[in-house]
């Protein structure tokens, strides 16, 4: 008896998709399954999570030789998601299921019962089977809703391998089973922070603003408890909210990571914190079997906050330079590369000090300990900081509780001030003051020598770098598009130029 049976699934590198074609050739002989075009360990596995669910469900496998072949051949397989479609490939070659009358995608592990469960990474898949020109996609029943995210797509939900072989037209009456259920999707923490919240640090406040209408990366520096986490923490909030496109990709990079997307995209911008304890692996990317993203590519169109950067790893901030350069970050494996989008702001938090009492006193740390700690961020980082402000406790009674600025006036107050530079920077590639080149600055938007007087002053007395004076021009920019007027003034110079000192001397 011999037989042949075609499935349809999709494989990814980074958030790009492949199509994927499984034919099974079944032919009599030794009973023996050989899998091959590049099958990852899971891959290879497939095998007794497929017969064994065949068996379960009551279907026939093919009894003799089968050779389940993956295209193209040269593409590495990892992932369990491959399970269905090689399921319903090898039930075709034994005359289950019927051959496809339409573009189908099929995602899906089996469990040795027959059961379908979620997969990560659900939705880049499917965006992926979208872009390879399949019109229906079948998934397990708890993906259902991540899928239909995408458009152009007719989504089927499956509990089962036998429900799934029904819905492609097989003969069969499956028994109804328990869909395995997906995890929750996690609430974000800084979905409901106000900035409201923040009693006195006006200059902190006005820096977080500011950093927002430019998307300048910003750098706080002060004690322990002077609330530089609850400053980062409502960054994200006053960012303009995601386009569908962004909000996708960055629903796309959390189910890679596991996470399976809400039934509605999220528009806030993300905000990832990773602890200086963290590997290299979860900031970066990586990880045995499917590449999974990272820290800085899940902070993709939003924030990346690194709380006490000097203790971050030398070697892990160094693993930086390349996403802060070109917005994108590669992982490389022994099974292949991948590459993520990964352009996010960059806030970073230090204590002025290693022992975090600089400037109070009370502080042990002799000069060079100082220079030694904030010398671990010279270099790639610093360099592309255009703001840093000095984050102080707040002393009860004296900071009063007035003025306080919502985040829905921040907010407002940054949407406005964007579409100020996004019109100024019409016909480039930026969108933002805070992306502009400072060469491209220099030429194409010079300012009056009246303007430059205090920067060239600094200059010469080297308090100042140019790559320093680009940065204080590129936020005065900021500045004069948060007040609504055309160009930058001597106040703003000045105020910029205060927001670059942040690191004690
Ligand atoms: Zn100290």
């Known amino acids: 008896m011999s037989g042949f049976g075609r499935a349809e699934c999709v494989a990814l590198r980074g958030l790009e998709g492949v199509g994927v074609q499984i034919e099974v050739h079944a032919s009599s002989g030794l009973p023996v399954v050989h899998i091959v075009g590049l099958p990852g360990p899971a891959v290879q596995q497939a095998r007794h999570r497929t017969w064994s669910a065949i068996a379960r469900m009551g279907l026939t496998a093919p009894s003799g030789r089968v050779v389940i072949n993956l295209t193209p051949a040269s593409l590495p397989k990892a992932g369990t998601h491959f399970d269905l479609a090689m399921a319903i490939a090898v039930l075709r070659a034994s005359g289950v299921v019927p051959p496809d009358d339409e573009a189908t995608a099929l995602l899906g592990e089996l469990g040795l019962d027959g059961r379908l469960r979620p997969v990560a990474g659900t939705l880049p898949l499917a965006r992926a089977a979208a872009e390879a020109g399949m019109t229906r996609l079948v998934v397990p029943t708890a993906s259902a809703d991540e899928a239909s995210l995408v458009a152009g797509l007719r989504v089927l939900g499956a509990p089962s391998l036998a429900h799934a072989a029904a819905l492609l037209g097989a003969e069969l009456e499956p028994e109804p089973v328990e869909p395995v259920l997906a995890d929750p999707v996690p609430a974000r923490a800084h979905a409901a922070l106000d900035l409201a919240d923040v009693v006195g640090n006006r200059d902190a406040v006005d820096a977080l603003e500011v950093a927002a209408a430019g998307a300048h990366h910003l750098m706080m520096v002060g004690p322990p408890g002077a609330g530089k986490t609850m400053l980062a923490m409502r960054l994200p909030g006053i960012l303009p909210p995601l386009t569908q496109v962004q909000a996708l990709d960055v629903a796309s990079l959390r189910s890679l990571s596991g996470e399976p997307a809400a039934p509605t995209l999220d528009l806030l911008p993300p905000f990832e914190h990773p602890h200086h304890s963290a590997t290299a692996v979860s900031l970066i990317g990586g990880g045995s079997g499917a590449i999974r993203p990272g820290a800085a590519a899940r902070a993709t169109h939003g924030v990346l906050f690194l709380d006490e950067a000097p203790e971050f790893p030398r070697t892990v901030l160094d693993m930086l330079r390349q996403p802060l350069e070109s917005g994108t970050i590669t992982v490389h494996r022994a099974a292949g590369a991948a590459s993520f989008p990964a352009r996010f702001q960059l806030l970073l938090a230090a204590n002025p000090c290693p022992c975090g009492q600089f ?86 938007l010079p300012l009056d020598r009246a303007l430059l007087a205090p920067l060239e002053r600094a200059l010469e007395t080297g308090s100042l770098t140019m790559r320093g004076l680009d940065r204080t021009v590129r936020v005065a920019w900021t500045m004069a598009d948060l007040d609504a007027v055309a160009s930058p003034s001597l106040t703003h110079i000045g105020r910029a130029l205060a927001l670059r000192k942040g690191i004690p001397a």
């Open 359 to 444: 400037g109070s006193g009370d502080c042990t740390c002799a000069p060079q300990q100082r220079r030694r700690y904030f010398g671990r961020l010279s270099g790639p980082l610093l360099d592309r900081v255009d703001l840093q402000v000095r984050v102080d406790r707040v002393v009860p009674g004296v900071d009063g509780e007035r003025h306080r600025r919502t985040t829905a006036d921040a907010a407002s107050r940054v949407t406005e001030a964007r579409a100020r530079a996004a019109h100024r920077l019409h016909g480039t590639e930026w969108t933002a003051m805070g992306h502009v080149p400072g060469p491209w600055l220099r030429r194409s």
